[in-house]
């Protein structure tokens, strides 16, 4: 072993490898759990989905051994070539794309699929970091807000006609990101009253809404005049009218632009339709084995709503019900337990780092494991609708693990370089 490789071995942080191996390690537990069948031989059976994702974990380890051997340069010097091919690998799906469960979203190689969108998260985070360091940018600025914005958006907009909404949903995580590096938070605040609208029109009609909306602009309006004599009722009136044109706009978007599918999982997450059979059997059936499995859940292999296969995907989007049932509270609270310690560590490194290009890329990793993990663990107790997107390095999948894989140690390289940055 070279001097170099043994001072990258002391310098890089094991604490985060060990939050990963750890998930890693636990998401096989419960993937060979949810995909146990009469037909298995033993734990390797590449017949079967805990085999596969064996053989994923063993090629995701060459992965990090290769991510780490790499000069952290390279990752600086061609993360806009890195991206460009990740526009042309989603593009290309267009064309040579395999449709699998009516979405084309993979392509096909022999017994192997592998989805480029998870990779193109890694690229667009090095992209995005690239251009905030190299351009010392203001984020204050709209020419250099409408970049950013562009970088994030080309894939996301390459991504939603595959169908894979979700997928293109994750990419909103990087506004977080922005604005941890300058941009005004009135982006974040538009962006969470335009859901909150969103939803309380759906829930109480726009004409409700627009009456509670007018009652808070003059309450508000009336608090401020008593504070200033001279205050112009201009921008209150402009406020009230996006706002209501917004909320009487939701129910078009909701009925013309929403896929049926979509429509129903809403309905079901708000209330306003019960359809334990049909779309929303998965999320039924997932907050059943969840719930049986109480306190401190049933034991290993032990689950009847996971051995019955009642949960569908259940090694996939799903596999968090199989924690609650078989371990229960105690192992579904140690999963998220281990989930927030890795993005409180993440941020923790990116805070420390030298360079900008670094620290960006660091709230990169961190924004979207958290964006992934509160969506998916969301989606199957039944708080937020299903979107289909994978819980980070513990879901069945090469394409997903290795996609995490990439993004979380190229940023273990990067860190463990920061000390000669700082020379």
Not at 3 to 13: A, G, H, M, Y
Not at 52 to 60: P, R, V
Not at 86 to 112: D, M, P, R
Not at 255 to 264: M, Y
């Amino acid at each position: 072993m070279s001097v170099n490789s043994t001072s990258i071995l002391q310098r890089i942080d094991w604490l985060t490898i060990l939050f990963y191996f750890l998930l890693v390690f636990m998401g096989w537990v419960n993937i060979y759990s949810a995909s146990l069948n009469e037909e298995a031989t033993s734990y390797f059976d590449l017949s079967q989905p805990y085999g596969k994702q064996f053989l994923f974990i063993g090629m995701g380890i060459v992965l990090i051994v290769l991510l780490l051997s790499i000069e952290t340069k390279f990752y600086e010097r061609f993360s806009s070539i890195i991206y460009l091919i990740s526009l042309a690998s989603l593009l290309g799906l267009f064309v040579f794309g395999k449709t699998i469960n009516g979405a084309t979203s993979w392509y096909g190689l022999g017994s192997i699929t592998l989805q480029p969108s998870e990779f193109a998260k890694a690229a667009t985070a090095l992209a995005l970091a690239k251009y905030l360091s190299d351009m010392q940018i203001n984020m204050q600025e709209l020419k250099h807000q409408v970049s950013a914005f562009l970088i994030i958006a080309i894939p996301a907009l390459l991504i939603i006609p595959q169908p894979d909404p979700g997928s293109a949903l994750v990419y909103g995580s990087f506004f977080f990101v922005l604005h941890r590096e300058g941009l005004s938070g009135i982006y974040l605040t538009l962006g969470f009253i335009a859901i909150a609208l969103f939803i309380l029109t759906l829930l109480f009609g726009p004409t409700y809404v627009s009456i509670g909306l007018l009652l808070i602009v003059v309450s508000f309006f009336s608090w401020k005049k008593r504070k200033k004599k001279r205050l112009s009722a201009l921008p209150y009136l402009g406020t009230l009218a996006v706002m209501t044109a917004f909320s009487f706009s939701v129910n078009f978007v909701f009925n013309n632009v929403f896929e049926q599918r979509h429509r129903d999982r809403f309905n079901i997450v708000l209330g306003k339709s019960v359809d334990t059979k049909g779309i929303g059997y998965n999320t039924n059936q997932s907050q059943i084995a969840i719930g049986s499995g109480r306190f401190s859940g049933k034991g290993w292999l032990e689950g009847t709503q996971t051995k019955g296969g009642f949960v569908p995907e259940q090694h996939t989007d799903y596999i968090f019900s199989t924690v609650g049932e078989e371990f229960g509270f105690i192992g579904a609270g140690g999963v998220v337990i281990v989930f927030v310690l890795l993005i409180l560590r993440i941020l923790k490194l990116a805070d420390r780092q030298k360079t900008q290009f670094s620290r960006v890329f660091g709230y990169s990793v961190a924004s979207i494991i958290f964006f992934h993990f509160t969506i998916n663990v969301g989606m199957v107790i039944g708080i937020l609708p299903t979107i289909g997107i994978p819980l980070p390095f513990f879901s069945y999948g090469g394409s997903s693990l290795w996609g995490f894989t990439i993004l979380l140690f190229i940023f273990i390289r990067l860190d463990a370089n920061r000390l000669n940055e700082w020379r």
